[in-house]
């Protein structure tokens, strides 16, 4: 798929590490410009300028912007400036998250810090939207054909972690079909992606400190490559409103990781 996006300008939130990282990489592969936001800079392995580095050197050309997707005027600055060099958007990837500190992983709601709330419903939901609000218009400059990825998770559809992550990911499941009805007229598709587990940093960090099995993992490039390949698929528009599983996509389009393999499936889909 070398050279699908050549002379395509992509969009990718919360790209210094995780599945951002992984899909601005993959991105780049396919030659494509992509801006990289997120709110570390530097040399450091965990970067937006690091990230932008890997997509140069995958192919592509990396533009790291320095983002607080908690602000809505550092989101809005960042789409005037994609507005102003390149004019138009073909992929724009929402995938930006705040991970709580410490996570909220089980145990009751009552018992977590409402804030956790704003971490997951509101960087991992409201940002998504007001990111989409403002790539709308850059996306119809660059025609039919575009997309919006929002990178949502199997915990829209059953418990996982907590109930705020839940609702986060839940309604971003919503938010993904109902734009997709809305854009279709403009012929940009929306869909929402549902990686299995993956292995990102976080996840690498704390299943080394609970002993977690992490043999079934995706890894963020296979997930990342995934998501290239439905933003060129050809029948990306009968997909779009719909729930996208990375392991469907991987063996759709045999698209796999750096190891050469497909994206393993998650343990205890059925699929339907």
């Known amino acids: 798929m070398s050279g699908r996006l050549s002379g395509k300008v992509a969009v990718v939130t919360g790209s210094s590490r995780g599945i951002g990282r992984g899909t601005a990489i993959a991105l780049g592969e396919m030659g494509a410009t992509v801006y990289i936001t997120g709110r570390n800079t530097g040399d450091g392995p965990l970067t937006i300028d690091t990230t932008a580095k890997m997509v140069n050197d995958a192919g592509g050309v990396g533009i790291p912007v320095k983002v607080d997707h908690g602000d809505d005027r550092q989101i809005a600055e960042l789409f005037d400036r994609v507005r102003t060099e390149a004019g138009k958007i073909h992929v724009l990837v929402n995938n930006v998250y705040k991970i709580p500190d410490p996570p909220a992983w089980g145990g009751g709601f009552w018992e977590h810090p409402i804030s956790i709330w704003d971490d997951q419903v509101g960087i991992g939901l409201r940002a998504h939207y007001v990111a989409s609000w403002h790539a709308a218009p850059l996306l119809f400059e660059g025609g039919p054909g575009g997309s919006i990825m929002n990178v949502s998770s199997p915990g829209g ?76 698929a050809p029948d990306l528009m009968e997909r779009s409103g719909t729930i996208q599983w990375v392991e469907d996509i991987s063996e759709q389009f045999d698209v796999r990781d750096e190891n050469g393999n497909l994206a393993p499936a998650y343990p205890g889909r059925i699929r339907r």
């Open 157 to 232: 559809s059953s418990y996982h972690f907590s109930s705020s992550y839940g609702a986060g990911k839940a309604g971003l499941d919503r938010l993904s079909a109902d734009m997709a009805l809305e854009l279709k007229p403009k012929g940009i598709a929306c869909c929402s992606i549902y990686p299995g587990s993956v292995a990102t940093e976080f996840i690498l960090e704390w299943a080394g400190k609970r002993g977690s099995d992490l043999s079934t993992a995706q890894t963020t490039l296979g997930v990342g490559r995934a998501i290239a390949a439905l933003a060129v």
